[in-house]
């Protein structure tokens, strides 16, 4: 676990939502672009001192976060609220901090992290999306959802994703252990709910492109397995679109005493948790 360099510093965790089609992702970049550039600016605004903050997961551009979450360092003494109200006045509107704890100085926002939960929202009609072009998904042909789902139960458990990993994926390991993948159709919506202990870069949208292949015929339900078994990227489907992914909720022990991430209905999917 990382420590306090400074032990006069205490350790502050926030909760963090943002549209993700406003940001170059969420890493720090030069040109200043990234939903970490524009929090960290807000809270050393607030701290009068440069802060630094770790997330729980990294998110790429054109990625939705609905329940981020991270911890920072500071010799500031400030009220909660400061850490929230103040630092949303100072955020741009695509970025909010829904909530701010105290916590212990053993706390980190990544390693801490028991599992981590995504919601893919595709659009499944016709007619492409306008007003919500940056926030789902889209694909044209209709999608068989029994053949999906049977698909995704091929994929529940502790394996090696290779096959669903980015070339750039700089992680050790291809081993994860996803614990539920989820579909189900509401409306027009097909949405897709995961949560892993962790994930490779781009696995949850190069899943989504080959339940994609299975839902529309291309493929059938155990090709899912065959490409797991196969390692080897070349052998599924193209990456899916950003624009449809929401980190949904990370989960910690309760002992760190944060609160929980709710299962709110996403503002254009007004079925989802009915």
Request: proline share 4%; net charge positive; with cysteine.
């Amino acid at each position: 676990m990382a420590e306090r360099a400074n032990t006069d510093a205490v350790r502050i965790a926030l909760g963090v939502e943002y549209d993700g089609s406003a940001f170059c992702g969420w890493q720090t970049q030069p040109a200043g672009c990234a939903a970490q550039d524009k929090l960290e600016a807000a809270l050393s605004q607030i701290a009068g001192e440069r802060i630094v903050t770790v997330c729980a997961g990294r998110t790429d551009a054109g990625v939705h976060a609905l329940a981020q979450v991270v911890h920072f360092d500071t010799a500031a003494r400030r009220p909660l609220t400061a850490w929230v109200r103040g630092a949303n006045a100072l955020l741009p509107p695509a970025l909010a901090v829904s909530w701010a704890r105290v916590v212990a100085a053993e706390f980190h926002a990544r390693y801490s992290a028991l599992e981590r939960c995504y919601r893919y929202v595709l659009l499944n009609r016709a007619v492409r999306p306008a007003a919500d072009q940056a926030r789902v998904g889209w694909f044209h042909l209709p999608l068989a959802l029994d053949r999906m789902q049977g698909a995704a139960r091929l994929l529940i458990g502790e394996h090696d994703f290779s096959a669903f990993r980015s070339s750039e994926c700089q992680a050790r390991s291809p081993v994860r252990h996803l614990r539920r993948l989820d579909i189900d159709r509401c409306g027009d919506y097909v949405l897709f709910e995961f949560c892993a202990n962790a994930y490779l870069h781009h696995m949850v949208r190069n899943i989504v492109g080959a339940l994609v292949y299975v839902g529309k015929g291309r493929q059938p339900p155990e090709w899912i397995g065959q490409v797991l078994a196969g390692r080897d990227r070349a052998l599924a489907a193209p990456t899916f679109d950003a624009a449809g992914l929401y980190l949904t909720g990370v989960v910690y022990d309760a002992a760190w005493g944060l609160p929980r991430a709710s299962r709110s209905a996403l503002p254009h999917v007004a079925c989802l948790d009915a």
